[in-house]
């Protein structure tokens, strides 16, 4: 397994460039980027400056291990707005364009939501219509994705959505390409299973991993903590991930919650992955 960061990690404000600097020094091999509305990496990239990011991240000595975003949070592919799900689905095809054009192989989707508890009058909507949505939208996306040869990762979120790895499981083999898996995130699972199991559940099915830790006892957002501060068996997770045969990255989704020297969240991060993936020192596990 490669071991990755994701730009969310540092600092806000803080530039691909030097993001990817501060990653190289603490040893990971990977930067997972993000796109967002605008700024350097935003709906308005084309596809040659999305090329000269790569070289910047490349010229950094990392691969770029992923591409996320937080846009499906404003634009849901299940939104009872049709709009509101157009748009949903035009941020997947520029996410999957640019994935391409950056060399990545997979990218993060959420593929909606029935309701989200943290954001402030969040639309509500019925579980039987946003599962239809979410299954007609990446279902007809799944088409792009194979055309662009990257696929999509479904993403495990406070959604109220796909709670448990047998109905992931079923939503990905519904749609029934192989440019659709899962985006897991081991971390988000701790409120209400083991993700453990929905690694031995998924299998194959996984296309890229998050890691985060998480402290039942804390609840919310706010029991979200440092690696191997909270409650996820780590050693348990990464034997079901050799067990699948699961190659690809692992990823640190961190929140930059250090008041002074934010950046020591970075190297504290890859220390514990160090130990998570039992590696002495550098070197893939």
């Given at each position: 397994?490669?071991?990755?960061?994701?730009?969310?990690?540092?600092?806000?404000?803080?530039?691909?460039?030097?993001?990817?600097?501060?990653?190289?020094?603490?040893?990971?091999?990977?930067?997972?980027?993000?796109?967002?509305?605008d700024?350097?990496?935003?709906?308005?990239?084309?596809?040659?400056e999305?090329?000269?990011?790569?070289?910047?991240v490349?010229?950094?000595?990392?691969?770029?291990?992923g591409?996320a975003?937080?846009?499906?949070?404003?634009y849901?592919?299940?939104?009872?707005?049709?709009?509101?799900?157009?748009?949903?689905?035009?941020?997947?095809?520029?996410?999957?364009?640019?994935a391409?054009a950056l060399?990545?192989?997979?990218?993060?989707?959420?593929?909606?939501?029935v309701?989200?508890?943290?954001?402030?009058?969040s639309?509500?909507?019925?579980?039987d219509?946003?599962?239809?949505?979410?299954?007609?939208?990446?279902?007809?996306?799944?088409?792009?994705?194979?055309?662009?040869?990257?696929?999509?990762?479904?993403?495990?979120?406070w959604?109220?959505?796909?709670?448990?790895?047998?109905?992931?499981?079923?939503?990905?083999?519904?749609?029934?390409?192989?440019?659709?898996?899962?985006?897991?995130?081991i971390?988000?699972?701790?409120?209400?299973g083991?993700?453990?199991?929905?690694?031995r559940?998924?299998?194959?099915?996984?296309?890229?991993?998050?890691?985060?830790?998480?402290?039942?006892?804390?609840?919310?957002?706010?029991?979200?903590?440092?690696?191997?501060?909270?409650?996820?068996d780590?050693?348990?997770?990464?034997?079901?991930l050799?067990?699948?045969?699961?190659?690809?990255?692992?990823?640190?989704?961190?929140?930059?919650?250090?008041?002074?020297?934010?950046?020591?969240?970075?190297?504290?991060?890859?220390a514990?992955?160090?130990a998570?993936?039992?590696?002495?020192?550098?070197?893939?596990?």
């Amino acid at each position: 397994m490669k071991k990755g960061i994701n730009i969310w990690s540092f600092r806000e404000g803080t530039t691909i460039a030097e993001s990817a600097r501060l990653a190289k020094a603490a040893g990971f091999e990977g930067i997972e980027l993000s796109l967002n509305e605008d700024g350097e990496l935003g709906l308005q990239t084309t596809d040659k400056e999305a090329g000269q990011i790569r070289r910047v991240v490349e010229d950094a000595g990392l691969e770029i291990a992923g591409l996320a975003t937080g846009l499906y949070w404003t634009y849901s592919m299940t939104s009872n707005e049709e709009s509101n799900r157009t748009k949903a689905a035009d941020i997947c095809k520029k996410q999957l364009e640019l994935a391409a054009a950056l060399g990545v192989d997979a990218i993060l989707v959420i593929p909606g939501a029935v309701g989200v508890d943290f954001i402030p009058g969040s639309e509500v909507v019925p579980y039987d219509k946003a599962y239809d949505r979410a299954l007609e939208a990446i279902s007809k996306l799944s088409a792009e994705a194979e055309k662009a040869g990257v696929s999509i990762g479904i993403e495990n979120v406070w959604n109220k959505f796909l709670l448990s790895p047998l109905e992931m499981r079923g939503f990905l083999d519904a749609i029934h390409s192989p440019y659709v898996g899962s985006y897991l995130d081991i971390g988000n699972v701790l409120y209400a299973g083991y993700p453990e199991h929905w690694v031995r559940i998924l299998g194959s099915r996984i296309k890229k991993v998050h890691f985060k830790d998480y402290r039942r006892e804390a609840g919310g957002l706010h029991g979200f903590v440092d690696l191997l501060a909270g409650n996820v068996d780590y050693p348990a997770v990464v034997a079901a991930l050799h067990e699948v045969g699961y190659t690809n990255y692992v990823t640190a989704e961190m929140i930059p919650h250090y008041e002074h020297h934010s950046e020591q969240i970075i190297f504290n991060t890859s220390a514990a992955m160090d130990a998570i993936l039992g590696r002495g020192g550098a070197g893939r596990c």
